[in-house]
C-alpha cells in the first residue's frame, strides 16, 4: 500500500486476517482511567499501542501456528526483493513458544490521508483519555481499530457479542485476530508486524479456578 507506506498479504482486494488461539500471558489493554505516564511528547502518543501475548504452554496446535508464521516470513522474503526481512523473534514464556500482536491507537494523519478519524470502540475509551491527548495531527483510523468480544455457548451454538476489553485477564483462552504488515525500517530492512485487528474471549473458567484454589492456599 502507499497509504501507509507499507506491504500487506492480501487476499484479491481484502487484508488476510489470520487467527491463533491460545493462553494470554501478557497485556497491555484499554481503557486508561488517567494520562499515561511520560507522554508530554508526539513521538510517546504515537508508540501508545494495544498489544497482548499468548502461548499455547507447549502445545501442538501452538507450534504448528508457529510454523504457519514462519510460512509467511518466507513468503515476505520471496515477494521483497529489495529489503532484508527481519525474522520473526518473540520472546518464550516460561520457556514456551509464544506470539505477540499490537495495534497502535493512533496513525500520522499525513501517511493516511484518505482516511477519517474514527470513534473509540465501546470500552476503548470511557474516560475519554485518548481523545484528550490525541494531536491534531493523528487519526485513530482503521489500522487502529480492535475489535473486542466474549464467545457465549448457547443451546443454538456459539454467539460472539462484544465486550469490555477490560474483561481480559492473564490465564485467559483467547482468540486472536491479526493482519500482516511490512512496514520499511532503515538500512534496507522490513519488519512484519503481526497487526492486532480483533480478540475474543473463549474460557475464562481455568483462570478462575486457578485463582480459587491460590486463595484456598493463602488462606485468604
Do not use: W
Not at 534496507?188 to 491460590?214: A, C, H
Amino acid at each position: 500500500l502507499k497509504y501507509p507506506a507499507s506491504t500487506r498479504m492480501m487476499e484479491g482486494e481484502d487484508e488476510v486476517v489470520a487467527k491463533i488461539r491460545g493462553v494470554l500471558c501478557g497485556k497491555d489493554l484499554p481503557p486508561y482511567t488517567e494520562v499515561p505516564f511520560n507522554t508530554n511528547s508526539t513521538s510517546r502518543i504515537r508508540n501508545l499501542r494495544q498489544h497482548v501475548k499468548v502461548t499455547g504452554l507447549g502445545s501442538d496446535d501452538f507450534a504448528a501456528y508457529i510454523d504457519k508464521l514462519h510460512e509467511v516470513h518466507e513468503m515476505f522474503v520471496e515477494h521483497v526483493k529489495d529489503r532484508f526481512v527481519v525474522p520473526f523473534d518473540f520472546l518464550p514464556h516460561e520457556g514456551h513458544e509464544s506470539v505477540e500482536s499490537h495495534s497502535r491507537y493512533f496513525t500520522d494523519r499525513f501517511l493516511v490521508p484518505y482516511e477519517k478519524n474514527q470513534p473509540f470502540l465501546p470500552g476503548v475509551d470511557p474516560h475519554h483519555v485518548l481523545r484528550k491527548i490525541q494531536p491534531d495531527d493523528f487519526i485513530h483510523g482503521q489500522d487502529n481499530i480492535v475489535e473486542y468480544c466474549v464467545r457465549n455457548m448457547g443451546t443454538k451454538g456459539p454467539t460472539y457479542d462484544a465486550c469490555d476489553p477490560s474483561l481480559f485477564k492473564v490465564g485467559d483462552v483467547v482468540e486472536v485476530a491479526f493482519s500482516f504488515v511490512g512496514v520499511p525500517i532503515k538500512d534496507k530492512r522490513m519488519r512484519v508486524i503481526l497487526q492486532l485487528r480483533g480478540l475474543t474471549l473463549l474460557d475464562n473458567t481455568i483462570r478462575k479456578v486457578r485463582r480459587i484454589y491460590s486463595m484456598r492456599d493463602t488462606g485468604d
